[in-house]
Each structure stands twice: as C-alpha cells, then as structure tokens.
C-alpha cells in the first residue's frame, strides 16, 4: 500500500500526456503508411502543445510544432537520429512541462485541449475536416490509456464540446465543367513550358478518369489497355503518394502501397474514355515510360513528385 490517493496514484503510475502521446505514437508505427504516421504525429502535435502546465520558458510556437510534428511523434528518426540543439532543449521543455495524463480526467484540461486543435498556429481557426482528424487521433489515444487502465472510459465521453461542422456536400461553382477541364488541360503547356507536356496526360487522368494523384503517379503501361479507337481500360493496382523520407522504412520519398480501402494485390478497374486513350497513346509516343513501366516521372526518371504537379496546378488556377 502506497497511502496515495486513488487519484494520485493514477497520476504516479500513467507518466505525463507527452509521455504517453509519444508511446502511442511508437506503438502504431509499425504497418502503419507512412502519411498515416505524419498525420498521426501532426494531429498530436497540434493537441500536445496546450497540454502544459505552463508556458514559462517555452519555445516559439513554430519551434515547439515542428519539434512535436517533426520529431517527438516521429519514433524512427527519435531512434535513429541525434536532434540539433533547438529542437533538443524544446524536447526537453516538452518533457518537464507537460501535464501528468491522469488530469486530463479533468473537464476543464481537456476543453483546453479541443480548443487548442481547433484553432492554427497563427491563431485563426483551423478547417473542419482538420479539427476532426485531429479529434480522431486524440480519442484514439485517450483510448489506449484506457486499454492501459489509466482511464475506467475515454474521458471525452463526458465532455460537451461541439465540433466544428463539416461540409460533405461539394459546391458544383468549384468543380469545373468539361469546356473548362478541357481549357485548363490546354493550357498546362503554356503553363510550365518545361515539363508541361509530359504532365498533360497526368492531369487528363486526374479529370477524365478521377485518379488520385498518387494512383497517377503508380500507373504504368501495362496497366493500360489502349485501343486504336473507343473505350480503353485502367487496371489500377496501387498508389505511390509522397511521404516524405522521415516517415517511411526505406527512406526513400514515395511509399509504395494497395490502394486506399483495399487489400493488398487487390486491383480496380477504371474505364476510360476515347478521348482520354487518345491523349495517353500520344504521350506513350512521345515520352514512352521509365524502365519500370512508370507512365509519369521526373525529367530524371524519378518518380513524379508533388512539387512538381502542385506547382503545376497552381499556375493553373492563377492563369485561370
């Protein structure tokens, strides 16, 4: 017998929030993808940094996202990788101030919490979508504690704290029609006139076939069929979206995966239309496709990344 309060005890036994958020963080890494990870670790970031019992000496909020965002929540690159000074001296203010996990039974710390992820770091109010994910990822690990026996139930059970409100219904004024698509496909050229060509079949695949642009960056010619006329076919057979090298095993800067709902090895076919077989038969033409069968890529042979397209459809939309 310890003579504490069962309160205290609780308080003794569970550690700190940071403690806790971070063994979450590591327990879940393993078979997780690699943008789950950085979802995972920007979400608790957001939640940690006002779970503090106070702000006395703290980093700049800046420093002190990036250090949770980017290495606390990061259980491979904390293993395996020594932190610059900033981020060491913000991991070890982290540490000293964070509050024991057992408080956040209390109401009043967790509406602090929620009130914290819903709003960014400049202080203006975070999207909705992004307030929920981040109310995911903490119910999530309040439920590991109480699979930990730190909490009899989640603790937010009992909160009244209204959620922002998410719009599932997509506003048809932001979606453009088939003249526009085809408008905006001419002018990819004209908009990058150093790879804009070769990403024309991508976009084209992005608008007359609904491709994530990961699945786009995936695709190969053998998951083409490409008749000389009418309706041809895509056999997508996974995605390749860009994590970013801290976060996957390899660290290489794409994560090949199955793709989003489905097993591994499982494929989904999509049609395609004429017009969109005729615009890829040209770029097979033209560019042919790397020696892995990879459709799109750098103009080194690598494979396509983000900066690329995104900057892409950025002047897209300044143009437009």
Not at 62 to 67: A, G, S, V
Not at 187 to 204: I, S
Not at 216 to 241: K, M, Q, Y
Request: with cysteine.
């Amino acid at each position: 017998m310890t003579g504490l309060p069962e309160s205290k005890l609780r308080t003794h036994k569970s550690g700190s929030w940071y403690d806790h958020a971070r063994e979450y963080a590591a327990r879940n890494w393993p078979g997780s993808a690699a943008k789950t990870r950085a979802t995972v670790a920007d979400c608790l970031a957001s939640v940690t940094r006002g779970l503090v019992v106070d702000e006395r000496g703290a980093p700049g909020p800046e420093i002190l996202h990036r250090t949770l965002a980017t290495w606390a929540f990061n259980w491979q690159r904390m293993e395996k990788q020594e932190p610059p000074p900033e981020i060491a001296s913000a991991l070890a203010w982290l540490a000293k101030k964070s509050i024991p996990l057992a408080d956040l039974e209390d109401p009043a710390a967790l509406r602090n919490a929620l009130d914290g992820m819903a709003v960014n770091l400049d202080g203006k109010p975070a999207a909705a979508k992004s307030v929920m994910r981040r109310l995911s990822v903490f119910r999530s690990c309040l439920d590991y504690a109480v699979e930990l026996k730190v909490f009899p139930a989640n603790p937010l059970s009992g909160v009244r704290w209204e959620a922002p409100k998410t719009a599932e219904q997509v506003d048809p004024r932001q979606v453009p029609n088939p003249r526009q698509a085809r408008a905006l496909l001419a002018a990819v050229p004209a908009v990058a006139p150093r790879v804009g060509r070769h990403l024309y079949a991508f976009f084209a695949c992005l608008y007359f076939a609904g491709l994530r642009p990961s699945e786009a960056v995936a695709l190969r010619l053998d998951d083409c069929e490409l008749p000389a006329t009418g309706w041809g076919r895509l056999l997508l057979a996974g995605s390749s979206p860009a994590s970013g090298k801290q976060w996957t095993d390899d660290g290489q800067y794409h994560q090949s995966r199955s793709l989003k709902a489905r097993a591994d090895g499982v494929k989904r076919p999509v049609p395609a239309c004429p017009e969109l077989v005729v615009i890829l038969r040209a770029h097979v033409d033209e560019f042919g496709a790397a020696e892995d069968g990879r459709l799109f890529r750098s103009q080194r042979g690598n494979r396509l990344a983000p900066v690329s397209y995104e900057s892409v459809g950025g002047g897209l939309a300044n143009a437009s």
